[in-house]
């Protein structure tokens, strides 16, 4: 069992910055692909960025460039770091540990950029 706290969301301007960070508790957190997702008000959960247990990324296009996600295996804690926010990156967003069979979520953190 994974149990998952994001930190760090907030209120910000636009081209401002945030890092997010995801504290896991549980044992095997290496093993575990991580990823951040965001979902905005009226519009589906979606893919922000993910980490492989080796340490490979991917992003959504809408975020290259300009957020970088990274773990931290000894500290249980994956984070995001965000630049360049527009209003557009406005969602709660949600931290999530996956396996094949098996995947958990963190509660969310909301994230506001103002215009």
């Known amino acids: 069992q994974v149990q998952l706290a994001e930190s760090g969301g907030g209120l910000v301007q636009n081209g401002g910055s945030l890092r997010l960070s995801c504290a896991a508790s549980g044992s095997s957190f290496g093993i575990y692909t991580m990823g951040w997702y965001r979902q905005a008000p009226g519009k589906q959960r979606e893919l922000v960025a993910g980490?492989?247990?080796?340490?490979?990324?991917n992003y959504a296009d809408s975020v290259k460039g300009r957020f970088t996600i990274s773990r931290d295996n000894a500290k249980n804690t994956v984070y995001l770091q965000m630049t360049s926010l527009k209003p557009e990156d406005t969602a709660v967003y949600f931290c999530?540990?996956?396996?094949?069979?098996?995947?958990?979520w963190g509660p969310g953190t909301q994230v506001t950029v103002s215009s």
């Open positions: 980490i492989t247990s080796g340490g490979s990324t």
């Open positions: 999530n540990a996956r396996r094949p069979i098996i995947s958990y």
